[in-house]
């Protein structure tokens, strides 16, 4: 019988993403025929797998993305928090479940549901550039060379980090549409704020080919047919004249 490594025996039958079970291992909180698990340990379907005491399925599920409209005051996990509402609160799936990325408990618009970790790990890989544009409102008018800032890149001291050049597009006096392919901790509100900026709304609008569209907060939908299929063959199309993001 085939040896593979834990992380991804978790993510074939939808426990967890790859990360999350490397996470889950260093924590003790995955135990293999009854001894704490290593991070990079190989496991088969012989062996008995707890993770916070339940016992895995060997049986690998059918593989599920789903996209959500997020609603803002909801946040991204699948953890229990008194007082909070999470995302897997909003959809009526059978199975087990875990959001692709983030987006902010300020912020609305579409998120990727799933319990797939070889497209968890693609689709959140920085390698991949893969676009995710949202629409913003702030708090006061916009200036060409607002747009013009946003565009070029920002230095953001408080994660040492530059922003990767990335399209903006005005469309009001104080609305913007902003295409980012990178996903730095609350990005586009760090940006706007080393600009002199507030932002009062934040949407995501689409993640590479999927869009929002017409979904309205908390409704949910299966990503199915040729809809799925540009979005996965899209995963392994490798970035060309992207512009090397700076440190």
Known sequence: MEEIRLNKYLSDRGVCSRREADRLAEEGRILVNGKPASPGQKVTDRDEIRVNGTAVDTKVPEKVIIALYKPVGVVCTTKDFPGEENVLSLVDYHGRLYPVGRLDKDSEGLLFLTNDGNFAAEITKASGHHEKE????????????????????????????TTAACKVKKTGDRKFTIVLTQGLNRQIRRMAESCGYEVQSLRRVRIMNVQLAKMKPGTWRFITGSERTELLSGLRKKPSGRRKEQA
């Open 134 to 161: 949202y629409e913003v409102i702030v708090n006061h008018d916009l200036t060409d060379s607002f747009v013009k800032r946003m565009e070029k890149g920002i230095y953001l001291s408080e994660l040492q980090k």
